[in-house]
Every structure is written in C-alpha cells, then in structure tokens.
C-alpha cells in the first residue's frame, strides 16, 4: 500500500517538474506559439475575410504578391493565401489524424505484445519488424496508391506506416515497468489483466508516446506533403502545401512565389512540432536534473 | 626529361584536337522509353529514339504527304488488294546485313508473328507479303486498307536486320540492329541512350553528329534548366509555360508544330450498367457542356496560346478536317437552355482524370466554366493505370483522355467509333458511321475519303460520344548553336542536316 | 558470439517471409490492370492474352505467389514488365547509384553532425548550444524536396555551378559524378547530420559526467584530450549503432531526392514502378531494401556488442 502511494505521490512532482520545466524552456515555447498560430488560422478559416480558395480568374493567372493578393495568385488564378490558410486545415488534419490512427492502433498493439509476452509477443513483433522493414515512404506510397489518391487515404497510410513505431515504443515500456514491485503487487491481489494495463501501466507509457507522438505529427505533415508531391495526396481543386508545391515546381521561373509560401509554412509548423516534441521529451524526462 | 616534355606536348595535342572531333547531340526526353524494339514497342518516346535508330519504309513531311525512305516508290493493284513497292538500292543494316526485299518480308512477318508484338493490329490487312524482286515487295492484303502506306511511316514500317532479329527474338531490345543512321551503343535504364554515327548509311552526307545521347529528365523545369547550362543541347515538350521565356532567350531557339493527336472528355455512352445516365443518354446535354466551354480561354490560361483548340479528332489546321463545323465559341446562355429542355437545371458529371499537374489544371478551368452553366464537375483524380482500368471496364461516366494521333486520319476515329472499335470506351455504336468510317478506309481517293468522313462527322457532332477540347502542340526548344531542324507535327527529332553552327 | 548472430539471423527468417507476402499482397491488391498499360494505346486483346497469359497475371494469387519465391530463390526476381529487363540486372545497375548517394549523404552528416554534437555538448545550455540545435531541427523540419527545388533553382539554374539532374559513375568520371551528386548528396546528409547532431549530444552528455571522465580530468589531462580521448570514444558506441540504422534510412529518403534530381537510384525505381504497376520490380526492390535493412540492423547490434567492453567481456 505504501509503495502505491509513494509512487503516485512521485508521479504528481514529476508532473509539477515537468510543467515548469518546460514553461521555462524558451525553444519549446516559442515551437508552441508556432504549432497553436497555425491551428488557430486553420480553424478560422472559414470565418475568416479571404477570397473562396476555388475561385479562379482568368485575368490575374500567376500575379506576384500585391494589395490585392497578399501571397499572389496561382497557375489558375486562385488567391494563394486563402489556399494557403485552408490548405492549413489539410496538412495539420493529415498531420494530427495520421498520429492518431498510429497511436490508437500501435499502442493497444504494443500493451498486449509486451504484457502477455510468449508468442503473442513475438507474432506481433514480427508483423512489426516487417514493417519497419519496409522503407516508410514507399509504404506510404503503395498505401496511398492502393486506396486511392485522396486526403483520407494518404492519412491512413501515413498512419500505417507509423503504427510500428508505436507498438516498438509501447512494448518498450511495458517491459520496463512490468516487473516493478507494484505492478507485481496489483497481480498478487488479483487484478484482472485489462485493469492493471490500464490503471499502472498505461500511465507510464502515457509520456513517451505524447513526445512521439508530438515528434510524428511533424514527420507526418512532410509525409503527407510529399504523397501530395507525388501526386497522391489531397487532390485538386482543394488545397494541401504539398500538391500547391507539386504544381509551383513547373512554375519556377516564372512563378516562385507559388512555391516559397507552402514551403515555408510546411517548415514552420513542423519546426514547430519538433521544438514542441523536443521541450515535453526534456520537460518528461526524469534523468535530466 | 625528353620524354616527360615529349608525353606533355602529346596531351597537350590531343586536349586541343579531341573536342574539335567529337560532335555530340544531347537530347532531353520528358520520359525513358520502355523496350527499344518497333514491334514490342508502345510510347511515344520511344519513337522519337527510333527516329535516329531506324529507318522507315516511307516517311512523312511536316504537311503530312508521304514521301520514299527505303522504299522509292508505290503502287496499289486496281483492285486495291495488293500493293507493290521498290525498295532502295545500296542500303545495309548496322551489322552489315543488306537491305533487301527478302529482309522486308522478314520484317513484317515478325511484326505479325511474335508474341510480344504490338504491331498486330496494324499489319493485320496483309496477308502475305511476296517477293517479287530482290529489290520489290508484293503486299497481298485480305480487304482494301488506305492506310497501309501511312502505317509504313511508323513502328510497323521500321526495319530491323533479320540476322539479328532471328538470334535475339523477344530479347531484341536490348541491342537493336537498324539500318538508320546511327546505330546502338549502350543503354542505361532512366538514365541514358547513347548511339554513335552509322558510317554506311545511305545519307550518311546528311548527318552531321558522330554520337547522340538521349537523356530522360522527367521535370519540365528540371529540364529546361539543363538546357540553360549547357548540359543539352535540345529538348523535347517544352512546357507550355515556358515557352514565352524561351523565345526571349538570345541564346536559345523555340520550334513547335501542332500534333496530330487531341485531348478531349469521352462520355460513357453504352459501356456497361455505367453507361445509363443522363449525360451518356442525351446528346443535348452533352452538346450544352461543350457549348459551356472557352476552348481559348483554357488554351490561354492553363498552355499560353500555344496548343489550339479543337472540336474534331483532327486540328483545325489539318486537311481532314470538316470546315463546316467549326472550334465552338462559349454560349453559356444556350447551353443552360439546352439544359432546360432536356429537364434540368443543374447536373452532377463526375470526370475522371490522370492525376498529373497540367491535365488537373486544365480540368480545374473546365469544372469552372461548366460550373456556370449548371454542371456540377466533380474530379476524380485517378493514377493512370486506374484511369485506364475503369475506363475500359466501363465504370465511369465521363473520362478526361487524349490519343497521341496518326498520320492517316483512319487512326484517329476508326477504333474509337466503330461499334467493334478496339478502343471504343463509349461503346457508341452507329451503324450509318461504322459503314462511312469502313467504306473511308478502302478507298486510295483522298477527295472520296474526305467526303465520307465529312458525312460520318455530320452524325458524330451530334453525337458527341468524345468531347475534344484542344490538341497539344509540340515544342521544342534548342540551344542557339543548332541549325536547320524541322519541327514535324508527328514530334519525331528527324537530324537530317542539323548541325551545329 | 556466433549462437547471438544465429539467432538473430533465425529471427530475421520470418520477418522476410512477412515482408515478402505483405508487399506481394499489396501490389497485387493495387487498383489497375497492368496488362491494360503493357498492352500500348491500342489494347489488342490478342495483346492482351498474350500479356496475362506471360506473366500468369491470371493465376490464382498464391500459385503468383509460391512461383515468385520459388523463382527467387533461384537467383531469378523476374523481368520489369516495362522494359523486359531481369530485375536483378535493374537492381544491380541502380542499387550502387543510391549506395554512392547514401555514402555521400552519410559523409556530409557525419562531417557535420558529430562535430556540432560535441561543441553543443561541450558548451550545453550557452547561446552556441541553442543555436546548434535551432539549426539542427530546422534541418530536420524543411522538407527535402523543396530544399532539393529551391537548390537546383539557385545553384544550376541561377548560378550555373552544378548540373541540374544526371548522374555519372564515378567509375568513368569522378569530378562530373561529385558535381551531380553533391547537391542531393546535400539534401540528404543535412536531414541526417540534425539527427546525429542531437544523438552525439545527448551521448555525450551522457559520458561527460561519468566517472572516468571526472578522473581524467582530475589527472590534469587537457580538456581536449578528455574530450577526445575519452568522452568522445565512449559516445561514438550509441552514435555508431545509431549511424548504421540511419543507413538504412537513408535509402527510404533518397526516394524524393532521386525524383527530384533525375538520379537512376533505388527510389527512382521503386517510385516508378509503383506507378507503372511494374510488380516485379516492387517485390524485388522491397524485398532487397527489407533485407538491407535487417542486415544493417544485425551490423548494429554486432558493432554494440564488439563496442561495448561491459558485454564482450560478458561473452
């Protein structure tokens, strides 16, 4: 009984340290401001005062920046910062929904292999080996190909191809924590399986994952603009920074503006991402003093 | 000491001297060609490979009349069933073989014979091929075909050495012997093509390059910035986009010529469950959706002017083409009344489309302008081999895909709207056309020909079973030290006196 | 030491058999007719036949299946159903073009990577430290291939320094085959050289408060040949392993790269084919980046263990 509540009471300064470690860690702040600005347009989009990101002009095709068109306009005639504002909403979907479907997928799968150990454990680790086995991108690729090139399909394949990760990293952890004493303690009593999971496992777990999972969503924006790229992705005439840079690519000399906005709104938010990751995996870690 | 000074001055002249020797050609194609042999053969790019590689039976100018390249002359039987042809002196193949009518009749019996190859189709009219001379072929057909000769301008009419045809059978590919003017050297998958001059070729006076390197860089932009440094020195398909930036460059030259192909939106008429829908019932409407269209405002937006607007499987500029039906201009007014009549106000038409950047932006520009006629134009963008796939299974109802066009106007409209057509995706079957489109085929009359498709385009615009947008134009662009190329409007590379300056 | 490699090598055995169903799975659940593409813009049925009946495209799907292995383990991954080249010959013509990319890629990165990690943990929490690693993360976060674009745009086109696309062996011509790999050689190795940049940090960190390290310095030894000789020697263990996964890595990212600098590697051909529904060439291609993969992996942990005094001795 002791042992739980020293370790409970150990797990609320480990949440008070983190938290002030990292409001103090200017990098992961300023990755913070960066991830919630482009949440925020996203989500503002359609209340917004910009033009219909569909609506084309035959008379301003590929125009530079100007008063009228803060970022220009693209090979049709579409105003690019509208596109870019709404195409927000589609790489940070992609983005967060991919990590989402790796983590629900990939976690559970891990919790069992690495609880139940035996052959459980090694079929699923297998299956996973497999897969990672499998260069990421071009798993990415066959998937998207398979479904079909749309904007959910190329989530779901982003999120396939990362669910391994997951499972690797929650199997991990639970073979840390599955032989502390309380864990131990909870089964002498006679917990069932899903209840010790859930109540002393899964907590630990809990942090890891978030900073993968935080650290994924920036591999999975790129992902999800490079499917794009390659035309696999969100289709036209809906917006996405990566099939906006597909295009710009034939238009380099005549047009750059129409790459540089995509390409750097793709950089700040998945820097934003990475220096976000990066202060929850300090902020999380107990070594660090 | 002596001899030091002695190898320096021999390096030193040869460094001088080597580069004066070798007048290499580098060209840049949009893609790598798939296997390098005329029969198995099935792109474009290809073709324009084989252009330098082999020579023809009969080639073609740029106004499309056909004209002697191994063959120096013709002559249809009365009957139209057998064709006679004589065949050039002195000519031998890259590995020494000779060139005669033995190795005509060996060709074409290859074309109909091999497994692999893809020229059934278009020899299929020739029953036998006899030799009547060391230098002339009788071509004994089962029906009357005018597009025989045309056929003998491409793939079908290439010449390959028997010899070594025989030793590599389907393995030809990977060292083609020909007899054009230059001969294979190597070849590196999506990397390189590299040929070298054929010292005795028939016209060898004509060519001026000792090797030609074809290299296949897929990225327009990529493409053209290789031109820019030097690292070619012509390319093919430039993109329409830069067109305008090459012809303001002093250092470089812009040639184009209008294909013979065209791009357009064929509708599913009849092909299966698919086919019944209010778009591939009516023609009214489908005649409303073109009449929403500004087929020169998508030429000038989305390819600058330079490819031309089209409604009809040929250019406005060919002489097949029917003047009395000409390019529409935009009447959204009558197409939303067209609609009306035939009960609608709006309508949903899904279009399939290849999910590369040019064909959805010219999309992207149709759906707009459908859009205010009442058509609700929903893309679905698809990867090529689905796009193909659905198509031919019929599990479609409208898809955006073009032809990469013929020289004999039979190419462009004979499978496509013939009830039995091999490539008929509509499945429009018209019994009065079938009859006109055959009937054209027989005749050797080009005024007989032209007045039987004039009347089968009577029905067919009508009909509307393919919707022609625009056919594309090619381009090409060179670097300001080439001289005398010819754009055709076939889009081969034909090096016949080009040279550098 | 030989019984830990025949296991591990025992483990890899089933993870090939996965890998090899779960890719011929996929491509053949593909949508797409590949026999429609082959056939050629006239689509002659007789084509056609002939096309499916070849490559037994109308076989059921295990029998495709057991004839592939059997094929393969013979030595024979089948022909591109584009170009009827075996694909053995298309994966022993490309694979050292995007081995050279990757080795070049590694380079870069290690020249990079390692310094900055030891001068960021050297001086951890200063300004140069922040700065190292807001420049490492940028490298991670700006996608390659507008990286790649942007390059080309400024270098060969601009500037006219280097070769837009193309690639030479170094075989035939070295400074021609340095100037068209250099630039995604680059684009490559910055990915990289932020990874390793961090992981040589956090390794060195690690050791530099060891005890070892404490008596080095207590002995008097300048701080550089602490540094060197003993931090850094103990670190180079997790920076080894890690360099020898990110390897394999590598190959996956040389995909974009090799698209956008026209380079005849190993992803250029994996992505065309996977267009081009080229199903020989994708089960090859997989097949071989899985094997690479795992092997590089079992160099990893082999390196660990030979690296690690606290396991050899162990042994």
């Known amino acids: 009984m002791s042992d739980m509540t020293a370790s409970a009471e150990a797990e609320i300064r480990l949440e008070n340290r983190a938290w002030k470690k990292l409001k103090a860690n200017r990098s992961a702040l300023f990755g913070f401001v960066l991830v919630a600005f482009f949440i925020v347009i996203a989500t503002a989009a359609p209340i917004l005062p910009i033009d219909d990101p569909t609506a084309t002009s035959w008379s301003a095709v590929r125009k530079a920046p100007s008063a009228a068109h803060w970022l220009g306009t693209d090979e049709i005639g579409r105003d690019i910062l509208s596109r870019m504002i709404w195409g927000a909403r589609a790489s940070l979907m992609a983005g967060v929904i991919s990590v989402l479907i790796a983590v629900f997928v990939g976690v559970p799968f891990g919790l069992v292999s690495g609880y139940f150990g035996g052959w459980t454990d090694q079929a699923i680790s297998r299956v996973t080996d497999a897969l990672l086995a499998t260069p990421f991108l071009i798993l990415a690729i066959a998937l998207a190909a398979f479904l079909g090139p749309s904007l959910t399909n190329a989530m779901i394949a982003i999120g396939l191809s990362a669910m391994p990760i997951f499972i690797r990293l929650t199997r991990g952890q639970v073979l840390a924590v599955k032989t502390e004493d309380y864990v131990e303690g909870a089964r002498a009593i006679g917990l069932s399986h899903v209840a010790i999971m859930s109540r002393y496992i899964l907590p630990n777990v809990f942090a890891p994952v978030l900073v993968q999972a935080t650290l994924t969503v920036a591999t999975a924006i790129i992902a999800e603009a490079s499917l794009s790229f390659l035309g696999l992705g969100q289709q036209p005439p809906a917006p996405s920074w990566g099939s906006m840079l597909n295009v710009a690519k034939n238009f380099m000399t005549q047009a750059p503006w129409m790459a540089w906005w995509p390409g750097a709104a793709i950089f700040l938010v998945v820097l934003g991402f990475n220096l976000l990751g990066d202060g929850l995996r300090d902020a999380l870690d107990p070594r660090e003093s | ?501 | 030491m030989l019984s830990y490699i025949a296991r591990r090598l025992a483990i890899a055995i089933p993870t090939l058999i996965l890998v090899s169903i779960f890719v011929f799975v996929l491509q053949k659940l593909l949508p797409g007719d590949p026999a429609l593409v082959l056939a050629g813009e006239e689509r002659d049925p007789e084509m056609l036949a002939f096309i499916r009946e070849k490559y037994r495209l109308n076989d059921p799907i295990l029998y495709q299946y057991f004839y592939w292995v059997k094929a393969m383990l013979q030595g024979d991954l089948g022909i591109s159903l584009r170009t009827s080249q075996p694909v053995t010959e298309l994966i022993a013509d490309k694979l050292p073009v995007t081995i050279q990319l990757a080795v070049m890629a590694m380079v870069i990165a290690l020249v990079i990577g390692i310094p900055a990690g030891i001068l960021s943990a050297v001086r951890k929490g200063t300004a140069v430290d922040y700065a190292a690693n807001f420049i490492a993360l940028s490298g991670l976060s700006i996608p390659n291939f507008w990286l790649g674009i942007m390059l080309i745009m400024l270098v060969s086109v601009h500037l006219g320094w280097l070769p837009a696309s193309g690639y030479e062996s170094p075989f035939v011509d070295p400074l021609r085959s340095l100037q068209t790999m250099i630039m995604p050689a680059f684009v490559l190795g910055t990915a990289l050289a932020a990874t390793l940049m961090r992981h040589t940090r956090s390794a060195m960190l690690g050791v530099m408060k060891a005890d070892y390290v404490r008596t080095a310095r207590a002995k008097g030894l300048l701080e550089g040949a602490v540094i060197l000789k003993h931090a850094f020697r103990n670190a180079l263990l997790p920076i080894v392993t890690l360099g020898a996964l990110l390897f394999g890595e590598l190959l996956a990212g040389a995909v974009l790269t090799e698209q956008i600098f026209t380079i005849p590697g190993f992803g250029k051909l994996i992505v065309d084919a996977v267009f081009t529904r080229d199903y020989a060439v994708v089960q090859g291609v997989v097949l071989c980046t899985a094997v690479g993969f795992i092997f590089m992996n079992l160099v990893a942990d082999v390196l660990y263990f030979l690296l690690n005094p606290r396991m050899r001795s162990s042994l």
Not at chain 2, 85 to 97: I, P, S, Y
Not at chain 2, 110 to 127: A, D, F, G, N, Q
Not at chain 2, 152 to 158: I, L, P
Not at chain 2, 207 to 220: A, C, R
């Open chain 2, 1 to 501: 000491m002596r001899n030091k000074l002695l190898v320096a001055l021999l390096l030193g002249v040869t460094a001088l001297t080597t580069p004066a020797l070798a007048d290499d050609l580098r060209i840049g194609l949009q893609e790598d060609p798939d296997v390098l042999d005329p029969d198995q053969s099935r792109t474009f790019v290809g073709r324009i490979v084989y252009a330098s590689l082999c020579d023809k039976l009969v080639d073609i100018t740029p106004e499309l009349e056909i004209i002697p390249q191994l063959a120096t002359g013709w002559s249809w039987s009365d009957d139209g069933m057998v064709l006679t042809m004589d065949l050039r002196e002195g000519v031998t193949f890259h590995d020494g073989t000779p060139f005669d009518a033995e190795a005509v009749k060996a060709n074409i019996e290859r074309s109909k014979t091999l497994p692999e190859s893809r020229r059934k189709s278009e020899v299929k009219s020739i029953e036998s091929v006899e030799v009547s001379g060391p230098l002339q072929v009788k071509f004994n057909l089962t029906a009357p075909d005018a597009t025989l000769v045309a056929q003998f301008a491409d793939r079908s009419g290439m010449m390959m050495s028997p010899t070594a045809a025989a030793e590599a059978g389907a393995d030809f590919g990977a060292n083609l012997v020909c007899s054009g003017p230059f001969k294979f050297v190597e070849r590196v998958q999506q990397d390189r093509i590299v040929l070298e001059k054929f010292a005795d070729y028939w016209n060898a006076d004509a060519i001026n390059f000792d090797k030609v390197t074809f290299l296949p860089i897929p990225d327009t932009t990529v493409r053209l910035a290789n031109l820019r440094s030097g690292d070619i020195d012509m390319l093919e398909r430039l993109a329409a986009t830069d067109a305008a930036s090459v012809k303001d460059d002093a250092d470089l030259q812009y040639a184009e010529a209008v294909s013979l192909g065209y791009q357009g939106i064929t509708v599913n008429l009849n092909n299966g469950e698919r086919g019944d829908n209010p778009f591939g019932n009516d023609p009214k409407i489908r005649e409303a959706f073109s009449l929403s269209l500004d087929r020169d405002a998508i030429n000038q937006v989305v390819f600058e002017g330079a490819f031309a607007p089209g409604n009809q499987p040929f250019p406005p500029t060919s002489p097949w083409y029917d003047k009395d039906y000409p390019v529409p201009a935009r009447d959204v007014d009558k197409a939303k009344a067209l609609l009306k009549e035939a009960g609608y106000d709006s309508l949903d038409v899904e279009v399939q489309v290849a999910n590369n950047p040019v064909q959805t932006q010219m999309m992207q520009v149709v759906q707009s302008m459908a859009g205010e006629a009442g058509f609700n134009v929903k893309l679905k963008s698809m990867e090529f081999a689905s796009l193909l796939k659905d198509q031919s299974a019929g599990n479609y109802t409208a898809s955006q895909v073009g032809w990469s066009g013929r020289v004999d106007p039979d190419g462009n409209i004979h499978q496509f709207m013939t009830c039995k057509g091999g490539i008929n995706d509509s499945k429009v079957c018209l019994p009065k056309v079938d009859k006109l489109l055959d009937e054209a085929r027989q005749s050797t009359d080009i005024a007989t020909r032209k007045a039987k498709y004039d009347a089968a385009r009577d029905i067919l615009i009508k009909e509307l079973p393919i919707i022609y947008l625009y056919h594309p134009t090619w381009i090409w662009a060179l670097s300001g030290k080439m001289e005398g190329f010819t754009p055709y409007p076939d889009g081969m590379i034909r090096l016949e006196n080009v040279k550098f300056k």
